[in-house]
C-alpha cells in the first residue's frame, strides 16, 4: 500500500525545537521531490518547504527559512522537518507530501501546538 | 513569490448544481495548477492536476481548465459528498502556494 506516515508531533514551548519525521512506504521514495505543508487550526494550506530526490536542493517558505531544515534519508525512505525557534505562529498540523502529478500521496498529519 | 486567489470564498449551492470555482495567479504559471478537497480532519485530496489532468479515482463530475494566470475548477452535477473546502496550488515556481479556499456549502 503507498503510504505516507507523519510522526514526531506533539506540544512544545516557544523558542523550542522538535523533529518531524515521514515514513514512506510503498514506492519508490528516492525518485520523488518531498514536501511540507501545514495548517493551522481553522485555516488554510500553507506550503513549508520542499526538497529534491537527491536531497542537493531544498527551499522553504520566507516564514520558515533560517528556522526549518528539511532533509531526507532515502536508505530509510524517510522525510524530515526540524524544526527551531518555534513561535505560537507555528502551530498547525503538518503533512508531508509527493508533488501534485498523477497518484500524489499525502500523509494523515502530525499536530504540532506551540504553547507555554 | 507568486500570489493565488480563489473566488468565491463562500459558494452556497444545491445537489444538482452546476458549480465552479475561480483561481488567479499573480504571474503566468502555465498550467502548474493543481485543486484540491478538503473535508473536516482530513488531509487534501488530490482532484486535478495541471490545470486539467484528473487525478485517478476522481468522479468525472469534477473537470479544471485554464492556463496563465486563470484557472477554474467545475463540478458538473453537485453531490451531497461534494461539500467541502476546495484548494489550488501553483507549482510553477517555488515557494509553491496555495489560494485561500473556497467553502463549499449546502443552500
Known amino acids: 500500500e503507498v503510504q505516507l506516515l507523519e510522526s514526531g508531533g506533539g506540544l512544545v514551548q516557544p523558542g523550542g525545537s522538535l523533529r518531524l519525521s515521514c515514513a514512506a512506504s510503498?514506492?519508490?521514495?528516492?525518485?520523488?521531490?518531498m514536501s511540507w505543508v501545514r495548517q493551522a487550526p481553522g485555516k488554510g494550506l500553507e506550503w513549508v518547504s520542499a526538497?529534491?530526490?537527491?536531497?542537493?536542493?531544498?527551499y522553504y517558505a520566507d516564514s520558515v527559512k533560517g528556522r526549518f531544515t528539511i532533509s531526507r534519508d532515502n536508505s530509510k525512505n524517510t522525510l524530515y522537518l526540524q524544526m527551531n525557534s518555534l513561535r505560537a505562529e507555528d502551530t498547525a498540523v503538518y503533512y508531508c507530501?509527493?508533488?501534485?502529478?498523477?497518484?500524489?500521496?499525502w500523509g494523515q498529519g502530525t499536530l504540532v501546538p506551540v504553547s507555554s | 513569490d507568486i500570489q493565488m486567489t480563489q473566488s468565491p470564498s463562500t459558494l452556497s449551492a444545491s445537489v444538482g448544481d452546476r458549480v465552479t470555482i475561480t483561481c488567479r495567479a499573480s504571474?503566468?504559471?502555465?498550467?502548474?495548477l493543481a485543486w484540491y478537497q478538503q473535508k473536516p480532519g482530513k488531509a487534501p485530496k488530490l482532484l486535478i492536476y495541471?490545470?486539467?489532468g484528473l487525478e485517478s479515482g476522481v468522479p468525472s463530475r469534477f473537470s479544471g481548465s485554464g492556463s496563465g494566470t486563470e484557472f477554474t475548477l467545475t463540478i458538473s452535477s453537485l453531490q451531497p459528498d461534494d461539500f467541502a473546502i476546495y484548494y489550488c496550488?501553483?507549482?510553477?515556481?517555488?515557494?509553491?502556494?496555495f489560494g485561500q479556499g473556497t467553502k463549499l456549502e449546502i443552500k
Open positions: 507530501a509527493t508533488p501534485p502529478t498523477a497518484a500524489t500521496v
Open positions: 510503498g514506492f519508490t521514495f528516492s525518485n520523488y521531490v
Open positions: 526538497i529534491s530526490t537527491s536531497g542537493g536542493s531544498t
Open positions: 504571474q503566468s504559471i502555465g498550467t502548474w
Open positions: 495541471k490545470a486539467s
Open positions: 496550488q501553483q507549482y510553477n515556481s517555488y515557494p509553491y502556494t
